[in-house]
């Protein structure tokens, strides 16, 4: 296997890969602060995280691959809906440093953005395994384990069995990536000479993303509360999930000689707006349909209807009904705004389809 060079953290002993362009920039939302008469509201840019794809994986990305080829794997085994952002990220990624991927899917709704999802992984040279239910992917993920564990490699020392990352990349190692970016963010608006907004809005998918903003939140002396929006099942994610994990990121961390994070989570520090999810994951809402056009027309910001625009639909119900009277709002913008090397509208293999279920079904 060849080497694969890691960076130090600044702020804990834990290994990391650089694979992000950061910091991530942080924007005004000038056109809908005027439109609403409120201000500031805020954008962080992490659509443009990454070269090849942006988003929030490619933060958690930074450590999870980082603690593979710590732990010598040479394979990396993950999970995720057909058409996954995280699934593709994780196979751009492992590609990019010589690391094979191993990618159990599951059925999802499909859209035209799924299915370049879905090519795109592919091309990416993973190894993708369909799984036929939700309810049957603990079978697919013992499927996925078996494969990775046969996966060939040179070096004799390598372990063969893959390294898991858990759907999202949610685990406490891929939450740190998330501790640093509120890090990058306190920086920002330290040499703006702003202060740090009172709210965060951000996508709960599987609830990562918003419990290393938390944990970070509750090393530091900020009043900043972080809005989860639920956009999948609560049997994926609620408010004990976040609170659990951001607790663990904790953890992980004070272990790894980060003084900062010997403390318990801020519980206050979190609220998960439910509201939002209308008739299930990856069914847009007609006020995400609402949002996606407000942000396109007034700031030429692209939403999309699964996380994004029900999190920019919550923004604006609450600023219209609760706007806060200090120091404004942020969102956090998930989605890779990387343009996809996949023609609009791909041939998926025969094998895939069963997984592309219409928008219409139950
Ligand atoms: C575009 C996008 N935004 C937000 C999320 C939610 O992030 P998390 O799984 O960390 O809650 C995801 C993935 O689940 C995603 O793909």
């Not at 805020?42 to 659509?47: A, E, G, L, S």
């Not at 090519?119 to 993920?141: E, K, M, Q, Y």
């Not at 990058?184 to 703006?192: A, D, G, N, W």
Request: charged share 20%; aromatic share 6%; hydrophobic share 40%.
């Amino acid at each position: 296997m060849k080497s694969i060079k890691t960076v130090p953290s600044t702020f804990c002993t834990l290994p990391k890969i650089s694979l992000a362009i950061l910091p991530t920039p942080v924007q005004r939302l000038q056109n809908i602060e005027q439109h609403l008469g409120l201000s500031p509201i805020y954008v962080k840019r992490d659509d443009r995280s990454g070269l090849l794809y942006g988003g929030n994986k490619v933060r958690k990305l930074e450590y999870l691959l980082a603690d593979a080829v710590k732990t010598r794997h040479t394979t990396v085994l993950t999970i995720g809906p057909a058409g996954s952002n995280h699934v593709l990220a994780t196979a751009t990624y492992a590609q990019a440093i010589g690391l094979n991927a191993v990618a159990v899917i599951f059925p999802r709704v499909d859209t035209p953005a799924v299915r370049r999802n879905l090519v795109a992984t592919l091309r990416a040279g993973a190894d993708v395994r369909p799984c036929r239910s939700a309810l049957t992917v603990p079978l697919g993920w013992l499927e996925g384990a078996a494969i990775a564990a046969c996966a060939e490699t040179d070096d004799p020392q390598a372990k063969i069995l893959a390294y898991n990352i858990p759907a999202g990349g949610s685990s406490p190692v891929g939450c740190v990536g998330y501790f640093e970016a509120f890090l990058e963010l306190m920086e920002q608006f330290r040499s703006m000479g702003k202060p740090i907004p009172s709210r965060i809005y951000v996508a709960l998918g599987t609830g990562g993303t918003a419990a290393g903003l938390l944990a970070a939140i509750s090393t530091l002396p900020v009043a900043t509360e972080v809005v989860g929006v639920q956009v999948t099942p609560k049997i994926v994610v609620r408010r004990s999930t976040i609170l659990t994990l951001a607790q663990q990121t904790l953890d992980l961390l004070a272990q790894s000689g980060c003084a900062q994070a010997q403390c318990t989570v801020r519980e206050e520090a979190l609220r998960v707006v439910t509201n939002q999810f209308g008739d299930g994951y990856g069914k847009v809402t007609p006020q995400a349909q609402k949002a996606m056009a407000t942000a396109y027309e007034l700031e030429k910001l692209e939403l999309e209807g699964t996380y994004t625009a029900k999190t920019f639909a919550a923004l604006l119900e609450d600023l219209a009904t609760a706007p806060p009277h200090d120091t404004g709002v942020l969102y956090w913008h998930t989605y890779s705004s990387v343009e996809l090397p996949v023609e609009p509208d791909p041939d998926i293999p025969e094998r895939f389809k069963p997984l592309l279920q219409p928008a219409d079904s139950p």
